[in-house]
């Protein structure tokens, strides 16, 4: 399948084409085939030191999960005897840098141009890339936020290191010193731990609010003159923006009505999925949502067909939320969705397939046509009635 074993004279050699999947074993009839593990290469990394994390800012504002990577990344570094980095890539940041001090960085390196007032990650992996192939980073994280969720694994393709992408933990071996990075898998159930045995540096991003922010001086308001104050920890990164060239034009930019929803603030969550059928439907969700002082949520497959925004998702991918009541509509209860709101006290299922993997952990479950039973349930509710 993979054109992994070659036959040269009588001989059968495994090439580099193979993936480890251990299909040969089996179909061996000689049973001469084993997997004796891949052996641990030496390489010299001693050219890399310290933690460099990705300070993300948009129109200026830095994004929270970088203040909490910067929290994270003083502990790395003090772990490991190294020194904490910053490289901040945006335009007119002068007067709003100032907190970024307040985490113990010990070095931060600015890239200001115009060319980096949109978010456009063609253009920022060039500088990422840039600072990383110059001050070679032992480690270097960045934010799991949608920015950097596209712009971290180009620059890791580009500079030929792992990338772990979406970690909820990480730490340092204590024996090999090298970054420990844990993330759940499984749609959860598990959590891997994973190195980067082969390249530096080691590369990871990192959800929002799973790590603590920890200021070591209090931010304080008068922005410009702190800025001022710690202009000997600041480097001006020198680069030629006429090679910042990108294939991306942007047509337009729209304020998220949606983006400062959030799940996690209500008791009482209503969702839906695929089976609401498109985008006006989320009207009736709404309503139910409305009636009983809750929000919006939703499943992938309702956010990648544009019914409703990002922000409402539920699961792996989206939010983990655990109100005292989950309503989903609409929604089969795939494994990565179970993961981001199975811990909710109480799980309502509304589908029309009583063999919909929802009803399995669901402690009630309406099996129906969700467009006749959620009127008839926020008729009943608006009457005060308990039964439908
Ligand atoms: P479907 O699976 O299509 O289910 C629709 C349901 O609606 C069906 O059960 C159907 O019986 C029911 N239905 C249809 N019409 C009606 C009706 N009139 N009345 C009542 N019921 C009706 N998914 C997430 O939700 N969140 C995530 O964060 C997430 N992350 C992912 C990460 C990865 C790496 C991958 C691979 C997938 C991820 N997914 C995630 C996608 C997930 O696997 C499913 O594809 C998705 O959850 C399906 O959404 P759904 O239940 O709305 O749609």
Redesign the pocket.
């Known amino acids: 399948m993979y054109d992994a074993i070659e036959i040269t004279g009588k001989l059968a050699r495994i090439n580099d084409n193979c993936i480890f999947c251990g299909a040969c074993i089996d179909a061996c009839k000689f049973k001469s085939i084993e997997i004796t593990g891949i052996p641990e290469q030496d390489f010299d990394f001693s050219g890399y030191e310290g933690v460099m994390v990705f300070i993300e800012q948009h129109q200026g504002s830095v994004a929270e999960v970088s203040y909490e990577l910067l929290s994270e990344g003083r502990k790395l570094a003090d772990t490991l005897g190294t020194k904490l980095y910053g490289i901040l890539p945006g335009y007119d940041l002068k007067e709003r840098i100032a907190d970024i001090f307040c985490y113990g960085i010990d070095r931060l390196y600015i890239a200001e141009n115009e060319i980096f007032k949109n978010n456009i990650d063609d253009i920022y992996s060039k500088i990422l890339v840039q600072a990383i192939n110059r001050y070679r980073p032992d480690i270097f994280l960045g934010g799991a936020t949608s920015f950097g969720r596209t712009l971290l694994p180009k620059v890791a393709a580009i500079i030929k290191t792992g990338l772990t992408a979406d970690c909820t933990e990480l730490s340092i071996d204590p024996d090999k010193k090298i970054l420990l990075q844990t993330r759940p898998t499984f749609g959860g159930n598990i959590l891997a731990t994973i190195i980067t045995r082969n390249a530096r540096p080691q590369m990871a991003t990192v959800r929002p609010h799973v790590m603590a922010k920890a200021a070591i001086n209090q931010p304080d308001n008068n922005r410009t003159d702190n800025y001022l104050k710690y202009a000997g920890k600041i480097e001006f990164l020198k680069f030629d923006p006429l090679n910042f060239k990108t294939k991306y034009k942007l047509l337009s930019q729209e304020k998220e009505s949606g983006q400062s929803i959030n799940l996690t603030d209500y008791d009482v969550i209503v969702s839906g999925?695929?089976?609401?059928?498109g985008p006006d439907n989320f009207a009736l969700i709404k309503e139910l949502a409305d009636v009983l002082g809750g929000v919006v949520g939703?499943?992938?497959?309702?956010v990648d067909s544009n019914w409703i925004s990002y922000p409402h998702?539920?699961?792996?991918?989206?939010k983990t939320v655990n109100p005292k009541v989950y309503i989903a509509?609409?929604?089969?209860?795939?494994?990565?969705?179970l993961?981001?709101m199975q811990t909710s006290d109480i799980v309502i299922a509304?589908?029309?397939?009583p063999y919909?993997p929802?009803f399995k952990i669901a402690n009630y479950g309406l099996v129906?046509?969700?467009?006749e039973i959620i009127p008839r349930l926020i008729k009943k509710i608006k009457s005060g009635k308990s039964s439908i």
Do not use: E, P, W, Y
């Not at 509304?350 to 397939?353: A, E, F, P, T």
């Open positions: 999925g695929r089976g609401i059928g939703a499943s992938r497959a309702a998702q539920v699961g792996q991918t989206g509509c609409g929604i089969s209860g795939a494994i990565q969705h993961a981001g509304i589908n029309k397939d919909a929802i129906g046509d969700l467009f």
